[in-house]
């Protein structure tokens, strides 16, 4: 579709653009602040407390999900075991 325009979609190159990891060193980095490091794990309690959260509470709505799909038969059998049917 972007050849119409003669501009070269990504989806029709041929190359691959890729990212060479070795070519990274450890000098290049700086060393993390006490600050920086302090921020960087609070970021992931935080994140990971969200995440803990999330799974939670997605848990509550099936298990409320379940319980409303089958709240007919389980009143049904609990009406037949009071009055013996």
Do not use: C, H, K
Request: aromatic share 8%; glycine share 10%; hydrophobic share 55%.
């Amino acid at each position: 579709m972007n050849d119409v325009l003669g501009i070269q979609g990504s989806a029709e190159r041929t190359e691959a653009t890729t990212f060479d990891l070795s070519a990274l060193q450890a000098e290049d980095v700086p060393p993390m602040t006490t600050r920086e490091m302090i921020t960087a794990w609070s970021l992931g309690v935080s994140g990971s407390a969200a995440g803990v959260a999330l799974a939670a509470g997605a848990a509550i709505v099936v298990i409320n999900a379940l319980v409303f799909a089958l709240s007919p038969f389980l009143g049904l059998a609990l009406f037949a075991r009071m009055f013996g049917y």
